[in-house]
């Protein structure tokens, strides 16, 4: 590439295109359509070089293709990196200046077509972003052989320069406006899971029970609900995967249908299977709900329940001290249809026992070794406030789990469901 000419060239810029590239550089700091931009700048640029044609490809930052974006055309053109010259300028991120298409081999296996022009000359300029990030590539086609010269050397960067503020500004933009979105969207998304909390807890009595829920910045799936159904005590933690707004809903829809199944009169196993079989038809293949559900009798105090993937279970023995763990005892829900829900777990409580339901976000509280707190961490404030209320217990808990994270953050909503029977 040539070194910049003098003003007193005869090929210098003429005042009336410094005007409109001056003009075009002052739009650039207002939101404008980047693609109505970039084809005035593309006219700009034909006058500016004195080219009888231009075109833009913008590099594709998924697939790093070149994609054509002026003019546009439907389907539009891709070329790989090093195809052709535009896709060769995007690799080498040089100018080159073609100046006898006819007799150039890398010309020939892929042509530069202009609709309208006979396409006998070609200058390629990169366009370079931030830290010299490769954009795109403008091409300027000439009729003449020889056509690009020192001037159209230096005036193409120049160009390319106010392509690549528009190409960034717009990009921008985009980010902001996804942000915003899905900060609306976790907003939304936060009050439905807030909305279906219970906002007292149910007076069982002989027994004490806390539910807790600690949600993360991003909204998840978590959810819980406490309520008495015909004389017993339903108790549901459920976990949707996934972020957003999308799981949110998932989780209260579960919830909505087992609270409707049981006051409809379905048994624990005939609403698990038939709440289970309808979600898995309805939600997305990748997409399911870890779930407890259960039904305490004060009377027996027995806890009948079925655990979808939601584990571990936690029983503390008050007699011997012990806590005693249960894996879950079917698939999550919506992963499959069920046909039968297999045989539902039984945990009988004894005077001053617990029940403990924690979500994903106490056991797989990391610090910056990547160690979780796990069982281990939870057994050991069990032992030690077992035997407080349940609200306390609860913070207990939650404190552990970030002391053991030692400053990381909290990277998944903390969801806490505890049943104490009373010491007689």
Request: with cysteine; charged share 20%; aromatic share 6%.
């Amino acid at each position: 590439m040539s070194e910049p000419v003098s003003f007193d060239s005869p090929n210098e810029i003429t005042r009336e295109s410094l005007v409109q590239i001056l003009e075009i550089m002052h739009r650039l700091a207002s939101p404008e359509d980047m693609p109505v931009l970039l084809r005035e700048i593309v006219a700009v640029g034909k006058v500016a070089i004195v080219a009888d044609g231009g075109l833009l490809w913008l590099r594709d930052r998924k697939s790093e293709d070149l994609v054509m974006v002026t003019p546009a055309l439907k389907p539009a053109p891709r070329l790989r990196a090093g195809e052709g010259w535009a896709g060769e300028c995007l690799r080498s991120l040089e100018i080159s200046n073609i100046p006898r298409c006819a007799v150039d081999s890398r010309f020939q296996e892929r042509p530069v077509q202009v609709a309208g022009v006979q396409v006998r000359s070609l200058l390629n300029i990169p366009i370079l972003g931030q830290d010299d990030e490769p954009l795109g590539v403008m091409q300027w086609v000439g009729e003449a052989e020889g056509q690009f010269d020192e001037h159209d050397e230096w005036i193409g960067p120049a160009l390319a320069a106010q392509v690549a503020v528009a190409i960034q500004h717009a990009y921008m933009t985009d980010e902001l406006l996804a942000n915003a979105m899905l900060a609306q969207e976790v907003a939304v998304a936060r009050e439905i899971q807030i909305s279906t909390l219970p906002n007292t807890m149910p007076d069982v009595p002989g027994y004490d029970l806390h539910g807790a829920f600690l949600p993360t910045d991003h909204t998840g799936g978590d959810l819980y609900d406490l309520v008495m159904l015909e004389g017993r005590l339903f108790m549901l933690l459920g976990d949707a995967t996934g972020h957003g707004f999308g799981p949110a809903l998932s989780a209260t829809q579960l919830q909505a249908m087992l609270r409707v199944a049981f006051r409809l009169g379905a048994s624990l196993d005939e609403a698990y299977r038939q709440v289970n079989n309808q979600m898995a038809e309805d939600l997305p293949d990748d997409r399911f709900i870890t779930a407890f559900m259960g039904f305490l009798d004060p009377h027996s105090h027995e806890v009948r329940f079925h655990s979808a993937g939601q584990g571990p279970i936690l029983h503390f023995a008050a007699a011997s001290k012990r806590c005693h763990w249960y894996k879950p005892t079917s698939f999550p829900v919506g992963a499959m249809d069920l046909h039968a829900t297999g045989e539902a777990g039984s945990i009988t409580l004894a005077p001053g026992d617990v029940l403990a339901l924690l979500s994903d976000g106490v056991y797989e509280f990391a610090n910056a070794a990547g160690e979780e707190h796990g069982e281990a961490g939870v057994e050991r404030v069990m032992q030690a406030h077992h035997d407080h209320s349940m609200a306390e217990l609860s913070q207990a808990l939650v404190d552990a789990a970030f002391a053991h994270g030692g400053g990381t953050e909290q990277a998944d909503d903390i969801t806490l469901v505890l049943l104490r029977r009373l010491p007689a």
